[in-house]
């Protein structure tokens, strides 16, 4: 599932989270599908496992145990090693994001974002914001959920009954309109806490989204049972 303009041409980066780990299935076809692959420390683990190729690996390399046991991960995943301090202004999976753009991507995948620490997890996903402003399309995926993050309009591809929610990033959020849902929104000002925006359903193999004010978060979930 993909979000965004189909014509323009793309260089995909794929960085590797040191989160819960995504299956191999989807861990390897988001791989086949990168031109750049990055590792965020600890994910070198299952990086390796999985036998992939990867261009740089990045972190403190607190979660590998140092950078004697970093450097043989890297030598497993054929990657360049790029070591940073642990004290530092940014998350490695904001770093990794930053040299995924000077790179030249402009599309960035992210597994293993998502699990472990909340406050990790909530700071990988708030940072599709950042970068969609930064000009990237980025989404944070698993087995279950694709989160995308707009101020404007997004695409969302998919299959019928994917569910799609709409959440507000901050007040004052108000969606314009839907299409290819079934519950349509029309001029309609999210507030923070409500839950009429989750569990819209896609009725079409494409579903739009346009937004007249605010950030919001798009999640389109794979989950057939409701869990709540």
């Known amino acids: 599932m993909h979000t965004v303009d189909q014509e323009s041409v793309r260089k995909r980066a794929l960085i590797l989270c040191n989160g819960d780990p995504p299956g191999e299935a989807l861990l390897h076809g988001c791989a086949e599908e990168a031109d750049w692959i990055v590792c965020c420390d600890g994910a070198a683990r299952y990086a390796a496992a ?4 990867c261009d740089l690996l990045i972190g403190d390399f607190d979660s590998l145990g140092g950078i004697d046991q970093a450097q043989a991960y890297a030598e497993r995943l054929g990657a360049k090693v790029e070591r940073f301090p642990a004290i530092k202004d940014k998350t490695d999976s904001e770093i990794a994001a930053d040299a995924a753009i000077a790179a030249g991507c402009n599309l960035i ?10 406050d990790m ?6 940072m599709l914001c950042l970068l969609r402003r930064r000009g990237v399309d ?3 995926r698993d087995e279950q959920n694709d989160i995308h993050a707009t101020c404007t309009h997004l695409f969302l591809y998919g299959s019928p009954g994917d569910t799609v929610s709409f959440l507000p990033l901050g007040v004052n959020c108000v969606i314009r309109c839907t299409d290819g849902l079934a519950y349509p929104l029309y001029d309609y000002e999210m507030s923070l806490g409500e839950s009429r925006c989750v569990s819209n359903v896609m009725t079409e193999e494409r579903a739009y989204v346009e937004i007249a004010q605010g950030w919001v978060l798009a999640i389109q979930s794979r989950d057939a049972v409701d869990r709540l």
């Open 121 to 126: 997890a909530l700071a990988n996903v708030e």
């Open 50 to 53: 999985a036998s992939l190729r």
């Open 138 to 140: 980025a989404v944070v």
């Open 109 to 118: 995948t992210f597994l293993g974002a998502l699990g472990g620490r909340f």
